[in-house]
Structures are given as structure tokens and as C-alpha cells.
């Protein structure tokens, strides 16, 4: 009874510590270019387009998993009319359901960025979007700590919610600074920053104070690609963020295998790690201009001990493509392996 009662107390955290504004995350940072970083949109070191989508499912061994779901679009615009730079536009949806109380948001961004070659090795970005944000819980299945009678939770609450439904709008922006002094190195970092405007989000009250303003997030990154011969190409890359008093690392590589020989099939392996938290490994394959990719969150700190290690799966899937014959100048920046 008692290791009930935790698992439903954490829950009822969790789900609490959500509404108030807790952002969502992929351990796949960079596989989500524009939700890490406006200034990656429009970025595309061997295209002139993408489309990603993410699903992510957390904690599915406890009662009530969260899962959250993204897809996005980014493409390149006036390449040829700018001699040394380049504009980029996107989108970006994101979908999450949390908790017990059902707490579902539903995040859309729209974003825009500018990319300027500074010479022939190197590139400065930067970028913003701006969006809506929507949230809502069903009340009917929250339970507060003041409602247990020491069996059940059966008794009165004084937590009163006053809406179940929130929206504001939402601004992030960032910098990005890439260097590529050959063909076969490509080191890219950047920071940014969420949440400029300060929404006020709240389901408890309609009065501003401290406590429902949604915090500026900061995040910081550097990855880079490196490939030592035409058999491996290998992907370092560290991610940080903090926002409030609330932090996270993730850092490890992956490395994509030419398993053809001329680059169209690729198997990529690799792990993170995110510090007291979670060792992620990863698998994926890259046929053509599709990539694949699958990483699992094994839960190294104390609640493995109610989640039996299981933290999270995540998959995620890509598309390159390129404008037919309207870029015939287009470089790539990124190393790659040669047909």
C-alpha cells in the first residue's frame, strides 16, 4: 500500500509540476533543430528541406505514461537571389499528454531565420519563432494530497481551479555559428532562448504573480560531424538548458555506417547520457533521403526503482529533399559519404 501511495503521490506531482509550465523534451536534441533552435531553420547542410516527426512515450511501465508527439517542416527560400546568404522558414506542432488529470498541450510554431556565409568555412544564423500555445486538463481526475484519508482519496480539496483551459502566445529566438574548414569536419554550436514575452499560464487563478509566469528557458549546444574515412562518419554532440532553478545535460555520439558504399544505405549507432538521469542508446538506419531513428531512455536514478528502469522510447523519422534544378549552386557544407 505504501508503494502505491508513492507511485500516486509522484504522479500527482508530475502532473501538477507540468501544468505549471515544465517545457517538453526529446532526449534526441538534435533531431529537433527548430523547438532547440530558431536559428536552425532553413538550415540544411545537404538540403533545401526536411520534415521531421517525433513520438516519444515516457515511463510506460507506471500507470499513467506521458507521450509526446511533434512533426515539423523547414525549407530553404531566395538562395539565388542572395549571393552570400540565404532566408529560411518553418513550422512546428507539438502535441503532449501528461498525467492523471489527462493534461494535454498543444504547441504551433511558425519560424523564420537568416543564414549568412561569412568566406567559405564558416556561417552565422540567426533566427525566431512565435507561437501558440494551448493547454487543458480534465479536473475530474486530479487528486491532491489534502483529499487522502488515509486509505483513499475520497475527501474535500481546497485546490480550486478555476479554468480548464489556458492559451498565450509564445516568442523564442536564437543564434547559431558553424564552421567548415574541410570536407570531412563541421563543428556547429548555439544558444537560444524560450519564452522572451513571459506568459502568464495558470488553471488556478486569473492574478499575475510569480508563480504562473512560464520562465525564459536557455539552451545551449555544439555538435559536430567528422568522417575519418568513407566507411564511418561520427556525429559528438552536448546539449544543455536550464530554466528557473530546473537543469539538464545530455551528451554522448552517434556514427553512421555505410553499409552500401556509396552512401544511399546507412546504419547509424550510438548512445547519450544524461547525468543522474537516464544512459540512451540509439539505432536507426538512413535509406536514401529517409532516416530512422530509435533511442530508449534507461532510468539510472532512484526511480528505477519504481519505473524498473523503463524511462522512455523515442522514435523519430526524416526526410531530405532537394528543389529540382532550381539550386544548381547549392553547397554542402556537412561531411558526406561520395556516390
Known amino acids: 500500500m505504501k508503494k502505491r501511495f508513492y507511485y500516486i503521490m509522484v504522479l500527482v506531482n508530475l502532473a501538477l509540476s507540468s501544468a505549471m509550465g515544465q517545457d517538453l523534451r526529446f532526449s534526441q536534441f538534435f533531431n529537433s533543430p527548430l523547438s532547440t533552435n530558431p536559428a536552425n531553420t532553413g538550415f540544411l547542410p545537404n538540403s533545401d528541406y526536411r520534415l521531421g516527426a517525433h513520438y516519444r512515450e515516457q515511463w510506460a511501465s507506471i500507470p499513467v505514461p506521458y507521450t509526446t508527439m511533434s512533426i515539423y517542416g523547414d525549407f530553404q527560400v531566395l538562395r539565388n537571389l542572395i549571393s552570400t546568404g ?5 513550422g512546428l506542432i507539438f502535441q503532449d499528454m501528461a498525467g492523471s488529470g489527462t493534461l494535454r498541450s498543444t504547441k504551433t510554431y511558425a519560424s523564420v531565420a537568416y543564414h549568412q ?4 568555412e564558416s556561417l552565422l544564423s540567426g533566427g525566431f519563432n512565435i507561437g501558440y500555445v494551448g493547454k487543458r486538463v480534465n479536473t475530474a481526475n486530479l ?6 484519508d488515509g486509505k483513499f482519496f475520497n475527501g474535500p480539496t481546497s485546490e480550486i481551479l478555476i479554468n480548464n483551459s489556458v492559451g498565450y502566445m ?12 574541410s570536407e570531412n569536419i563541421y563543428v556547429h554550436l548555439g544558444v537560444s532562448a524560450q519564452h522572451l514575452n513571459k506568459p502568464k499560464e495558470s488553471f488556478f487563478s486569473t492574478a499575475a504573480s510569480d508563480d504562473n509566469i512560464v520562465q525564459p528557458r536557455f539552451i545551449y549546444f555544439a555538435d559536430a560531424v567528422i568522417k575519418p574515412n568513407e566507411q564511418v562518419i561520427i556525429s559528438p554532440g552536448i546539449y544543455y538548458t536550464h530554466q528557473s532553478k530546473a537543469a539538464e545535460f545530455v551528451g554522448g555520439l552517434h556514427l553512421n555506417y555505410n553499409v552500401s558504399g556509396n552512401g544511399q544505405q546507412q546504419l547509424i549507432l550510438g548512445a547519450y547520457l544524461r547525468p543522474g538521469d537516464a544512459v540512451i542508446p ?7 533521403n529517409f532516416r530512422f531513428s530509435f533511442t530508449y531512455d534507461v532510468t539510472t536514478s532512484s526511480l528505477k526503482n519504481f519505473n524498473n528502469g523503463m524511462g522512455a522510447n523515442e522514435l523519430y523519422m526524416q526526410y531530405n529533399g532537394v528543389y529540382t534544378l532550381m539550386y544548381a549552386d547549392r553547397q554542402s557544407f556537412c561531411p558526406v559519404f561520395k556516390n
Not at 540565404?86 to 518553418?90: A, K, P, Q, S
Not at 556565409?117 to 567559405?120: A, D, E, H, S, Y
Not at 540509439?282 to 536514401?288: C, D, H, V
Open 117 to 120: 556565409m561569412l568566406g567559405n
Open 282 to 288: 540509439m539505432l536507426g538506419y538512413q535509406w536514401k
Open 86 to 90: 540565404w532566408f529560411g522558414m518553418g
Open 143 to 148: 487528486r491532491f494530497g489534502d483529499m487522502w
Open 170 to 181: 509564445d516568442l523564442q529566438a536564437g543564434l547559431n555559428y558553424a564552421v567548415f574548414p
